[in-house]
């Protein structure tokens, strides 16, 4: 099923500047060229159909096969370590009396207490967190109105700052009710562009593909995208080849968009994300690397998760926690032995954390052979497997 590529030096090279010109700390060292047709808008018909780039550091080869072929690479006794956090439809549509439309994104839930819960009542006045944008300012006090078919619902902004809003809506049920009801799947910002600009129909779900098969913490606003090869039948299918499955939690947040503007990634202000340890997590770890195993850490994600917790002095413990950590070369990961991961956007901390990984020429020869074997890119796009 699988096929070896040809050597790396007979694909073009897509870096925009040579390796010895740059040093790893500079932004430009991850900048490549991609043609936009590699751009995904949709994903794969079914999940494991996707395209599969495997990179394996011994014999540094590299191998291309489709995604349902992955097993052929793992081994009984290796765990794959999946986020199951759920996107919640997140962004609405909001419009002022005027009729002048406000994009907000619900970032968390407030509430009297302290709680931020998406899925417990509201007890009458729900108040979210939100991102926000529109052509005029915005004030409080403001009344907005938020629509879905022919049902509209009144949002009142209580507090107001440049890109963001308190908002309260008079609510009985939990906020992902509502949101459910009114909002839409926070898809990120080049897809819905990409498919504004084709003005073509689009059959997708996104309500179901934009989601992994084992989502089930409310609370992202994106998905753990390398989690969305996996079906079920395919799990089961390694399951029955011996290989185990562990999960956690870390709320992708809206900082997993920003892009780097600095000219050194010293100087890029890494985003925080909340992340939860489960119980019974740690003794699969170790059980697994005494046996032998690999962890393999499905999507960056959940990588980020597990190397935060590698450099604690008692790892793994179970709670909820945030990290910061920025994945880069100089930082090597210490508990992932691979990494299942899409291809990641040019001059992004995400590539930064792959190279971290694999290292630099890897990462170099990897993206060139992608682009050169006309793999799709980014969130709806293919995978790689890095062993």
């Known amino acids: 099923m699988s096929i070896e590529t040809k050597k790396s030096g007979e694909t073009p090279d897509i870096w925009e500047r040579p ?15 991609l043609p936009p047709e590699l751009i995904a808008e949709t994903p794969a018909a079914r999940r494991e159909h996707s395209r599969l780039l495997v990179y394996k550091r011994a014999g540094e080869s590299l191998t291309h096969t489709r995604f349902d072929g ?46 931020h819960r998406w899925s417990s009542p509201a007890d009458g006045e729900l108040r979210l967190r939100c991102m926000t944008r529109s052509s005029k300012p915005l ?31 008079a609510w009985p049920g939990s906020a992902l009710a509502f949101l459910e009801r009114f909002g839409r799947i926070p898809l990120p910002p080049y897809i819905e562009q990409r498919r504004r600009e084709s003005q073509e129909d689009v059959a997708v779900d996104d309500r179901v593909r934009y989601q992994t098969v084992l989502a089930s913490e409310p609370g992202a606003v994106a998905a753990p995208t390398a989690g969305l090869h996996f079906s079920k039948a395919l799990l089961q299918e390694l399951e029955k080849q011996g290989v185990q499955r562990a999960t956690l939690t870390l709320t992708v947040g809206p900082g997993t968009f920003k892009p780097v503007t600095t000219d050194t990634l010293d100087a890029h202000p890494m985003h925080a994300e909340a992340y939860r340890i489960p119980e019974g997590l740690k003794a699969k770890v170790e059980e697994c690397k005494a046996r032998g195993g690999r962890v393999i850490a499905v999507g960056t994600t959940s990588a980020r998760a597990l190397e935060a917790e590698a450099r604690h002095a008692d790892p793994l413990v179970p709670g909820w926690r945030q990290t910061d950590i920025f994945l880069r070369p100089g930082d090597p990961l210490k508990m992932c032995d691979g990494l299942i991961t899409n291809f990641h956007l040019p001059r992004s901390t995400l590539l930064a954390l792959v190279t971290a990984f694999v290292g630099y020429p890897a990462v170099r020869r990897i993206y060139n052979e992608a682009v050169a074997g006309g793999y799709r890119f980014y969130s709806y796009g293919d995978s790689s497997l890095l062993l």
């Open 139 to 169: 004030r409080p006090g403001m009344t907005l109105t938020v629509r879905a078919g022919d049902d509209a619902h009144p949002v009142k902004l209580l507090e107001v700052s440049p890109g963001r809003a308190l908002v309260a809506i």
């Open 19 to 33: 390796a010895g010109e740059v040093s790893l700390g500079d932004v430009d060292a991850y900048d490549y060229a």
């Open 70 to 115: 992955i097993g052929d690479h793992l081994r009984p006794g290796d765990l794959l370590i999946f986020n199951d956090t759920q996107v919640v439809p997140a962004r609405l549509e909001a419009f002022k009396e005027t009729g002048g439309r406000v994009e907000l994104l619900a970032l968390e839930v407030e509430r009297p207490a302290g709680e």
